[in-house]
């Protein structure tokens, strides 16, 4: 089955850039799509195809995929970027929906 | 406004059975690949099955297979998911997901971009 690699914490200053990594195998050929998950909350869609924002995320949010790594890039970070991240793909060959473990930011 | 509204959640024990339902408006429910997202307590997301706009086509993962039934109707802008054979480890919120593109096909499925706000199953004796 194919998996997701994320890691499970990533800090990064106030008004820094922090990137959350995924990993996969030639993730770099599959949409990517990222998650933000605050506590007591319902995910959140916040990247989708990679590096296309959803109405209403800001324009700090980006992203890329190639290779086997996917990365979503919060530029300026603030103290309301702070939550849980998840990228997930769909694996057409197994017929799965697959996420990543979940990365918590932290913004220092 | 659209929107998802989970129901059917509660307290069962191992061995039993639960069916969840999710109530959709504010979009033409009938073109919309539909699923089933759930997470444990304190655990990440885990994708639990999915079901084509017709009803055609339905995937489920492996933990889940021969044991949940997803279904939809379409007439009454609900999906289901029916759990049977329950287990402790099948504790966890469970939340409906919408696919962001309408009139999808298999190979080209998008992100979830609406969900609903869950539903708590619990499964102990």
Redesign the interface.
Known sequence: ?YELTQPLSVSVALGQTARITCGGNNIGSK?V?W?Q?RPGQ????VM??DNNR?SGIPERFSGSNSGNTATLIISRAQAGDEA?Y?C?V?D?ST????????TKLTVL | EVELVESGGGLVQPGGSLRLSCAASGFTFSSYWMSWVRQAPGKGLEWVANIKQDGSEKYYVDSVKGRFTISRDNAKNSLYLQMNSLRVEDTAVYYCARDRTPNSGYYNRDAFDIWGQGTMVTVSS
């Open positions: 089955s949409n799509h998650y998950q319902a995910p959140a869609l989708y195809r959803p849980d998840y997930q769909w057409s017929s799965q929906v697959v996420f990543g473990g979940g």
